[in-house]
């Protein structure tokens, strides 16, 4: 499993034209699931990004978890992040989960960081969304599980 980590001010989902999700102060975690990822890696997954230590404090220093600071988060399925670009000009994604497992490792994965306390927004799997952010930072983080 890979996870891009944004710290935001604020996102959103949009699906259709419709604002499907939104979270304020918080961080957007873009999740891509390889076929060799489970239930334990969602769940070892979603206690890490609730325990990192991203936020900052009243010094400006990364000392706060998300639950110190009331930050929220919105996990966006994007398969494109498992994608083989070492050959070629077009990407593969044979490295990619397929649907039937990625769906319910990223339904694990939030049920997972609810399961600490966190707020959590979702795009919906599969869908076209159009997601936007608001750059705290901007403070990005590759976590590969």
């Given at each position: 499993?890979?996870?891009?980590?944004?710290?935001?001010?604020?996102?959103?989902?949009?699906?259709?034209?419709?604002?499907?999700?939104?979270?304020?102060?918080?961080?957007?975690?873009?999740?891509?699931?390889?076929?060799?990822?489970?239930?334990?890696?969602?769940?070892?997954?979603?206690?890490?990004?609730?325990?990192?230590?991203?936020?900052?404090?009243?010094?400006?220093?990364?000392?706060?978890?998300?639950?110190?600071c009331g930050?929220?988060?919105?996990?966006?399925?994007?398969?494109?992040?498992?994608?083989?670009?070492?050959?070629?000009?077009?990407?593969?994604?044979?490295?990619?989960?397929?649907?039937?497992?990625?769906?319910?490792?990223?339904?694990?994965?939030?049920?997972?960081l609810r399961?600490?306390?966190?707020?959590?927004?979702?795009?919906?799997?599969?869908?076209?969304?159009?997601?936007?952010?608001?750059?705290?930072?901007?403070?990005?983080?590759?976590?590969?599980?």
């Open positions: 499993m890979r996870i891009v980590l944004q710290r935001v001010d604020r996102a959103a989902v949009r699906i259709d034209e419709e604002e499907t999700a939104r979270i304020s102060h918080g961080a957007v975690a873009l999740v891509g699931v390889e076929p060799g990822d489970g239930r334990s890696t969602a769940q070892r997954a979603a206690r890490r990004l609730a325990e990192l230590r991203i936020f900052p404090d009243q010094e400006g220093k990364m000392n706060l978890d998300a639950a110190s930050a929220e988060f919105l996990v966006v399925s994007q398969f494109t992040l498992v994608a083989d670009l070492s050959r070629g000009r077009r990407p593969s994604f044979a490295t990619a989960a397929g649907p039937e497992l990625a769906q319910p490792l990223i339904d694990e994965l939030v049920a997972a399961a600490t306390g966190a707020t959590v927004a979702t795009g919906e799997f599969g869908a076209h969304m159009e997601v936007s952010l608001v750059n705290d930072g901007p403070v990005t983080f590759v976590l590969d599980f």
